[in-house]
C-alpha cells in the first residue's frame, strides 16, 4: 500500500523522525512535529562555534617539526664549541719508607664495668617476671630458667642487699638472681 505520492521527488523527510511527507504537510503524523518539511532556524551568532581557520594541525606539526631543529642545531653547537678533553695520566710518586713508631701504643682499655644494678639497695622495687615465667637470654634466645619466686631483699655475696629472683636454672641448680641485672638480660619465652 505504498502511495506514489509519498515517493515523488517533492516528498520531503520530517527532521525529527525521518518519516516522509508531502512538503505542504503542517503537523508529522508519525512523531507530532509541527512544521517537519521547513529546515531548522540557524542559531543566532552569540551561540555559533568560532570558525576556526585551516591548517591549525599542520600549524602545530611545523611548531614540532622546527623546534625539534632548533634543538639538534643548539646541541651539536654546544659539542663543537666546547674546549677538548684532556686525559690526566698518573704520574707515580715514589713511596716514602713508614717512618718509625715514635711512641709505643696505649695499653688496651680494660673492658667497661658492667652498670651497677638500679636495683640494689631499693625496697620499693617492681617485679617484671611473676612466678612461673620461663626466661630466655635477650642475645641468643638461649634458655635462661624458671621464676620460681621473688625476694624484696635479698643479702648477696658482696654485701649489699636488694631485690632478687629466685630461678631454677637450665642444668637443675637454683639461684638468686639480682632483678634488675635479670630484667636487663633476658625477656618472656
Not at 639480682?178 to 633476658?186: P, S, V
Request: aromatic share 4%; net charge positive.
Amino acid at each position: 500500500m505504498t502511495d506514489t505520492a509519498d515517493a515523488s521527488p517533492r516528498s520531503v523527510a520530517c527532521r525529527s523522525c525521518g518519516n516522509r511527507l508531502a512538503p505542504t504537510t503542517r503537523r508529522c503524523p508519525a512523531c507530532g512535529l509541527r512544521d517537519p518539511a521547513t529546515p531548522p532556524a540557524p542559531p543566532p551568532a552569540s551561540e555559533r562555534a568560532p570558525a576556526r581557520s585551516g591548517g591549525g594541525v599542520w600549524r602545530v606539526v611545523a611548531a614540532a617539526v622546527i623546534g625539534a631543529l632548533a634543538g639538534a642545531a643548539i646541541t651539536t653547537l654546544v659539542f663543537i664549541a666546547r674546549p677538548p678533553r684532556t686525559v690526566l695520566v698518573p704520574v707515580a710518586t715514589p713511596v716514602a719508607a713508614p717512618p718509625a713508631p715514635a711512641a709505643p701504643a696505649p695499653p688496651p682499655v680494660p673492658a667497661a664495668q658492667p652498670e651497677a644494678s638500679r636495683s640494689r639497695g631499693r625496697t620499693d622495687w617492681l617485679f617484671f617476671f611473676k612466678s612461673g615465667d620461663r626466661l630466655v637470654r635477650m642475645s641468643d634466645d638461649a634458655p635462661a630458667g624458671l621464676v620460681l619466686r621473688t625476694e624484696k631483699a635479698h643479702a648477696f655475696a658482696d654485701g649489699t642487699a636488694g631485690p632478687a629472683y629466685l630461678v631454677q636454672l637450665p642444668d637443675g641448680g637454683q639461684r638468686f638472681i639480682d632483678a634488675d641485672e635479670l630484667e636487663r638480660g633476658t625477656r618472656l619465652e
